[in-house]
């Protein structure tokens, strides 16, 4: 389920940072980096709070400089979950921005991403973002997921992941906590056919790949190891 853990630490949320720009991909304004003749892509989905967030496209850049192209659309339209607003709840603010909205959203997407000549992608989902990439992960769209500190996700959504997935889950988590993630990783482990890696990180929370103090030398050391395990997925699976 969606706890207060999901809606903790939100990002300065920023238009213009990054090294890439802004498009219309899929039918959806989208942040691009990387090289654009890439063979092999990345969809990243984000948390509730959107993909102006400064971190989250700073990983994108990071992804790019491996070689990929990068996509991370604005899947709530201009419209990220804000704590400032106290009436609309998150509750309130998911009745209009679902996951399975976000499945049907990401599904153009995708296809645009292979109508460039793309042969290979791969979607890593943050929290809310998660959810999504799970779903994507039960049919034809992409090689290869990553879950980072997910949110929403069900044992009966891992039991129909059928590509290559790794989840980086937290030890302080109430949204996913270890207990489940271990749930998942037994699932997974008895799918033969399927390649996975699960880790849970000591000493962090839910959200700490993307919603980090960039300040705290501990903190970006946490994330920074979670970024790498998801490309070292990436490079395995995404080619």
Request: proline share 7%; net charge negative.
């Amino acid at each position: 389920m969606s706890g207060p853990q999901c809606c903790s630490n939100p990002p300065i949320l920023n238009p213009a940072s990054g090294a890439g720009h802004v498009e219309k991909v899929g039918g959806l304004n989208s942040y691009v980096t990387g090289p654009s003749d890439s063979k092999s892509a990345i969809l990243l989905v984000s948390d509730v709070f959107g993909y102006e967030a400064p971190n989250l496209r700073k990983l994108a850049d990071k992804i790019a400089a491996a070689g990929f192209y990068v996509v991370v659309p604005d899947f709530f339209n201009g419209d990220p979950y804000s704590p400032d607003n106290a009436e609309r709840t998150i509750q309130v603010w998911l009745k209009d921005h679902g996951p399975d909205k976000g499945l049907e959203d990401a599904k153009p997407v995708v296809q645009a991403i292979k109508s460039k000549g793309v042969s290979a992608i791969g979607a890593a989902g943050f929290c809310w973002g998660a959810k999504v990439v799970v779903q994507l992960a039960k049919h034809e769209f992409i090689q290869a997921a990553v879950l980072l500190h997910p949110s929403l996700v069900t044992v009966d959504d891992i039991k129909a992941v059928e590509v290559p997935i790794a989840i980086l889950g937290a030890e302080i988590d109430q949204t996913s906590p270890p207990a489940l993630v271990k749930k998942f990783e037994e699932v997974l482990t008895a799918k033969s056919e399927v390649d996975c890696h699960v880790k849970i990180f000591p000493n962090v929370a839910h959200g700490w790949t993307v919603r980090y103090d960039v300040e705290d030398e501990t903190a970006v050391k946490s994330a920074a190891e979670a970024h790498g395990n998801l490309l070292e997925w990436f490079t395995k699976h995404v080619k």
